[in-house]
């Protein structure tokens, strides 16, 4: 693998599946102070944030408690300006990416298969924005 000539600049959202979305959303909040960004009614998922980075908690009730599967991927802020920059570094580093979407981020994985999503930094937030937007389609995204 060559040597990248990108630059993470932060991490934008962490998904997590939990098999408890009140109970995992009521410890982030008030265990560790994570701000409630919203909600999605008739989907058992919570968005909450601290400082400019997300956390989305997904419920799925087979999810394996003690490791493993609820940590769906991560995503990184990438200081390029647009998709194609970052997909062409990428190339250049020699890392496979997958999953290709239309909102502006690329999928990548670690060595050991964790999923991380890279954002171009002028498209992190419109991202993050996007994808809520796009799972509130049919209804209202209201805070609790």
């Not at 408890?20 to 982030?28: K, M, T």
């Not at 999810?63 to 991560?74: F, T």
């Not at 200081?79 to 999928?107: Q, Y």
Request: hydrophobic content about 45%; some cysteine.
């Amino acid at each position: 693998m060559g040597a990248s000539t990108l630059k993470v600049t932060g991490i934008n959202h962490v998904v997590l599946h939990v098999t408890d979305l009140e109970r995992s959303r009521a410890f982030y909040m008030e265990a560790l102070g994570f701000d409630d960004r919203g909600f999605v009614p008739g989907m058992k998922a919570a968005f909450l944030r601290c400082g400019v980075q997300g956390l989305d908690l997904f419920e799925m009730a087979d999810c394996d408690v003690h490791g493993g599967e609820e940590l769906n991927h991560m995503a990184l802020n990438v200081d390029v300006a647009d998709v194609e920059s970052l997909l062409t570094g990428l190339s250049e580093a020699g890392i496979e990416t997958f999953e290709a979407t239309p909102r502006n981020s690329v999928f990548i994985a670690d060595p050991d298969g964790h999923r991380i999503e890279m954002l171009p930094v002028n498209a992190s937030e419109r991202d993050h924005e996007f994808a809520r937007e796009a799972m509130v389609a049919r209804s209202t995204l209201a805070p609790r």
